[in-house]
């Protein structure tokens, strides 16, 4: 699993750095970008803590999702 989540921590830092570096895409488009790579690294950070599976586990209990 840990091999996910470094694909997830490196694509969030290339999706920020994409923003950082083209200077050509619009203002929304580079707000997307920084969003959604935040948002993925601070997931790929979360899921490396411990207990994180639980949390994550309990979560979807909670809105009956069985996987």
Do not use: H, P
Not at 7 to 32: C, D, E, Q, Y
Not at 38 to 44: A, H, L, R
Not at 55 to 64: T, Y
């Amino acid at each position: 699993m840990g091999f996910w989540y470094f694909l997830i921590l490196f694509l969030g830092i290339f999706l920020m750095a994409m923003a950082f570096i083209k200077r050509s895409i619009n203002t929304v488009k580079k707000l997307t970008l920084l969003l959604l790579g935040v948002c993925m690294i601070t997931f790929s950070l979360f899921m490396f803590q411990d207990g994180s599976a639980e949390i994550v586990d309990n979560l979807l209990k909670s809105f009956n999702i069985n996987l």
